[in-house]
């Protein structure tokens, strides 16, 4: 069946128009002032709505294990909050442990998703060891699973760290497959140092986590990762920044014309770190690496974005309950299980603050939050805009609509919202993913095995 979109007003990262939307099969087949449906099309009003191309979250986690617990969404639910947020594909992180091969962990991963998400999504490969062996299946992985982005981790010392030798032969190998490395940067050891430290002075509490990763930790990672990253003449994408130290340093290096794309988080953006100094453990909901930061880089980020100095927006999405999950670490911030869900609200929290806000304009918007994600990791034309020969993965946006956030009614397989009790403004009224409609007047209505694997392209 065919599906027209009609009499909307069309918003992409660089243009504005009212038109409607023909989709054939699975894609964008005609865009035109007006259109007549044929016979068995269905078709979206859209009168008094912007159509927006369908999201990208370009950092998601869903399944994760870790040494103490395991994430607690599944593709189906993920991919369900996403839909209902306006986010058509996500690129979720595969991170094998330094013992394990990188093919046996891809395959676990892909058991996880296939057939199980009602969202389009693809993979990063996280790199936890470097030699002869990795790099061979690295080079399969790019060449012949369309998977063309590396992770490392310059935190989490003796469990995901890369030494700086690893650091460097990998930048190197993805510069030459034509991959983009992508960067927890946080200087390791002192992280450690730090957290032990604390701990042994008793300051246990949540609180105490921001302390074990101040923002000179970022800054110092920053410049570490994006020196080795020069020497190999490599593009890099620095993930979730959160400090306005770590942004200067990373200005600095696309200042001396590196290849540098920038990718902050939609709870920098929102949140500082008085949240995780609430009383009772509540803090232990706003647990993340990096950690939220004082209110004053959230202003330097809003400006960043704005300026498009910061590329992307994602979510990091980490669900791990506050009741049995959180609470492992009561009594030591270190056991508390990092980070935060988001995926279901970034979209409709980037609009109401940023669009509503007078942060970023509408443009800014989509190209942050579907364009940008889209062109960096090589899913563009596929995904990110509206022309023709473009997936159908559209999003009808009903920019009157006001609601609550709450952990309630969210979708996402967790037991709290950091965002309980927010006021938002705009949610996805129709979502559609490769022509099939997923979404209708925010409930999901779609097959929960409609999303599939997108291979990309190398795009360094």
């Known amino acids: 069946m065919s599906l027209l979109?009609?009499?909307?007003?069309?918003?992409?990262?660089?243009?504005?128009?009212?038109?409607?939307?023909?989709?054939e099969?699975?894609?964008?087949?005609?865009?035109?002032?007006?259109?007549?449906?044929?016979?068995?099309?269905?078709?979206?009003?859209?009168?008094?709505?912007?159509?927006?191309?369908?999201?990208v979250d370009p950092h998601v986690h869903v399944y994760l294990p870790t040494p103490s617990t395991t994430a607690k969404d599944t593709h189906e639910s993920a991919g369900k909050a996403a839909l209902l947020g306006g986010t058509t594909c996500y690129i979720e992180?595969?991170?094998p442990a330094r013992t394990e091969e990188p093919r046996d962990a891809l395959e676990t991963w892909r058991a996880a998703a296939a057939g199980r998400s009602p969202a389009d999504y693809s993979f990063h490969m996280a790199i936890t060891r470097y030699d002869a062996s990795v790099a061979e299946q690295l080079?399969?992985?790019?060449?012949?699973?369309?998977i063309t982005s590396f992770k490392v981790h310059l935190a989490y010392k003796d469990y995901l760290e890369v030494s700086d030798s690893e650091l460097y032969h990998i930048l190197g190998l993805a510069r030459r497959l034509g991959a983009i490395t992508i960067a927890h940067c946080e200087n390791a050891a002192a992280v450690e140092l730090l957290r032990r430290q604390l701990v042994s002075a008793g300051r246990r509490a949540p609180r105490w986590?921001?302390?074990?990763?101040?923002?000179e930790v970022e800054e110092e990672g920053t410049r570490h990762f994006l020196f080795f990253a020069a020497l190999q003449q490599a593009p890099?994408?620095?993930a979730h920044l959160s400090s306005r130290a770590a942004l200067a340093a990373a200005m600095q290096a696309v200042g001396k014309g590196q290849r540098v794309w920038i990718e902050t988080l939609i709870q920098f953006l929102l949140l500082d770190k008085s949240y995780a100094e609430l009383p009772d453990f509540e803090g232990a909901k706003y647990v993340m690496s990096p950690p939220l930061r004082e209110k004053e880089d959230r202003s330097a980020l809003w400006s960043a974005l704005a300026a498009g100095n910061i590329s992307t927006v994602g979510t990091d999405h980490a669900p791990f309950d506050f009741h049995g999950q959180k609470d492992l670490g009561r009594d030591d911030f270190t056991r508390i299980p990092n980070g935060?869900?988001?995926?279901?609200?970034?979209?409709?929290?980037?609009?109401?603050?940023?669009?509503?806000?007078?942060?970023i304009d509408l443009h800014r918007f989509v190209d942050?939050?579907?364009?940008?994600?889209?062109?960096?990791?090589g899913l563009f034309p596929r995904k990110g805009t509206i022309q023709v020969g473009a997936d159908a993965d559209l999003v009808v946006w009903n920019p009157d609509w006001q609601g609550t956030i709450s952990a309630a009614t969210h979708h996402m397989n967790v037991d709290y919202s950091p965002y309980e009790g927010w006021k938002i403004t705009g949610r996805a009224e129709y979502v559609t993913v490769r022509g099939r409609l997923m979404v209708e007047k925010g409930r999901f209505v779609g097959p929960v095995d409609h999303g599939r694997f997108i291979g990309r392209n190398p795009s360094g």
Do not use: M, N, W
């Open 5 to 23: 979109i009609q009499g909307g007003e069309l918003i992409t990262a660089s243009s504005r128009s009212r038109a409607d939307i023909y989709c």
């Open 25 to 55: 099969g699975e894609t964008i087949t005609r865009i035109a002032a007006h259109i007549t449906p044929p016979p068995d099309c269905e078709v979206l009003p859209a009168r008094g709505c912007l159509v927006f191309p369908g999201f």
């Open 93 to 95: 992180f595969v991170i």
């Open 139 to 146: 080079e399969h992985i790019v060449s012949s699973e369309g």
């Open 209 to 215: 986590h921001y302390y074990s990763r101040p923002p």
């Open 236 to 238: 890099a994408y620095i």
């Open 340 to 359: 935060l869900p988001g995926i279901e609200e970034r979209v409709k929290l980037l609009y109401t603050h940023g669009v509503l806000g007078g942060r």
């Open 368 to 377: 942050a939050a579907s364009t940008r994600p889209a062109r960096i990791f």
